[in-house]
């Protein structure tokens, strides 16, 4: 009997905060790889944030998903059979394979070194720490002395652009829910100081503890956060726009924040940007990141889930704040 290959599909488009109903799950026949490619079975699926805007049926940097198409999603799979030089059985490689048990790649398909870990790849070593080295270095323009306040702080990527910033010599504010985040930002990730979104006022806080303002906002959840961090900034300050987690929870568009005038009045900047046209420099950057990961500078952390029927769970976990770190799973 053909083994088959289970797949999660895109079955609605969500309304406000994406639900289990909005995928299907599907078997079809294991692909069969042709001269030229190898067949790989999919060991950790990677979930992000932005996982929510590619359901959606608007304009982004990528097109969206289809309905009735496999979920996009960034996997370590392992080669289970191989018809393509340079690739054998028992090779982990890493790409967009979507989520399903098993997929097809051929030659260009990322080839891990033996001995890497599959978690750092997806997570520090991949393009979480890609995000946070080019947002904040690049975009955000980060340099010692500067005061640096990250949204969603305990998230994968936020860790570790207050680590960076750490290191660059900058003082450091996160923001996050919950006093195990806050103590995790402060104890291990050594932040200088944590906020308690959930239990503290963001403006009350930001204010005493940025009393000259915030030279560097690094944005992943939009909303309150960052309206509060606009009117704190200071003369030159430089506002990342990486992410907006919060609006992924609404059926509308919110308002702009009121107060965006600040940038203008502070000769302030604010923009976005996606880390893939910075892919030119990642070699750059995975060496800085390799560097700091080894010298006990960076720490990292993942939430792992298990169980392929568990997939659409565990993207839900990224909206709920449930996830410490990045939200990997073991299929």
């Not at 509060?228 to 987690?245: E, F, S």
């Amino acid at each position: 009997m053909t083994q088959q290959n289970r797949q999660w599909r895109l079955r609605a488009r969500p309304d406000a905060v994406a639900k289990e109903s909005d995928f299907e799950l599907h078997s079809e026949p294991m692909p069969v790889p042709e001269d030229g490619q190898f067949l790989a079975r999919t060991r950790l699926l990677s979930f992000e944030p932005a996982m929510r805007g590619w359901m959606e049926d608007r304009p982004n940097y990528i097109p969206p998903v289809g309905l009735g198409d496999v979920m996009r999603g960034i996997a370590v799979s392992e080669v289970v059979e191989s018809r393509v030089e340079g690739y054998a059985p028992g090779d982990l490689v890493t790409g967009m394979t979507g989520w399903q048990e098993f997929s097809v790649g051929g030659a260009g398909t990322r080839r891990l070194d033996p001995g890497t870990d599959p978690k750092a790849i997806l997570s520090v070593l991949g393009l979480t720490g890609m995000t946070a080295y080019f947002g904040l270095l690049e975009v955000g323009a980060a340099k010692e002395g500067d005061t640096v306040v990250v949204s969603g702080a305990a998230g994968a990527t936020g860790s570790v652009v207050g680590q960076i910033a750490r290191v660059k010599g900058c003082r450091v504010v996160g923001i996050a829910g919950g006093p195990e985040k806050c103590r995790w930002l402060t104890e291990e990730a050594r932040f200088d100081a944590a906020i308690d979104y959930k239990n503290e006022d963001i403006g009350e806080r930001l204010s005493a503890l940025c009393p000259e303002g915030i030279d560097v906002f690094f944005d992943n959840v939009g909303g309150a956060a960052l309206d509060a961090a606009l009117a704190r900034i200071a003369r030159g300050a430089r506002v990342v726009i990486c992410g907006a987690v919060e609006r992924y929870s609404m059926s509308e568009l919110p308002p702009g924040p009121a107060n965006y005038i600040n940038l203008m009045i502070q000769r302030a900047r604010m923009e976005g940007f996606v880390v893939l046209d910075h892919a030119a420099r990642f070699g750059e950057a995975t060496a800085a990141l390799e560097g700091w990961v080894k010298s006990g500078d960076l720490v990292w952390q993942v939430d792992i889930q298990k169980g392929f029927e568990n997939v659409p769970k565990t993207l839900l976990r990224l909206y709920t704040g449930a996830n410490q770190g990045k939200q990997l799973l073991e299929v």
